[in-house]
């Protein structure tokens, strides 16, 4: 799977995450330490479009989300533990 998806392509630099109020590279480095998180913990055996879309789901959460200027990293395992089961697919019974 990570030969597949780049994570370098949804990696953000602070003159790309818009206006912080000066705090553009504290966002860049929060939103990354996120997409690195879900590189880090997800399963490998993940469907790739069901990865691509929880990838493609982080940004549009955080990107006017106050709160991710104080992410820590328990708050980051939090947030992609809530991430990978909001996007689980339940089995069929």
């Not at 949804?10 to 879900?38: C, P, Q, S, T």
Request: net charge negative.
């Amino acid at each position: 799977m990570y030969d597949v998806i780049d994570i370098h392509e949804f990696l953000f630099d602070a003159g790309e995450v818009g206006e912080w109020e000066g705090d553009e590279e504290l966002a860049a480095e929060n939103v990354n330490r996120i997409y690195h998180k879900l590189y880090e913990v997800i399963d490998p055996s993940t469907d790739i479009d069901l990865f691509r879309a929880m990838l493609e789901g982080i940004w549009p959460y955080w990107q006017h989300q106050p709160g991710l200027l104080e992410l820590d990293e328990e708050l980051v395992e939090h947030f992609v533990a809530y991430l990978i089961e909001e996007f689980e697919v339940e089995p069929e019974e």
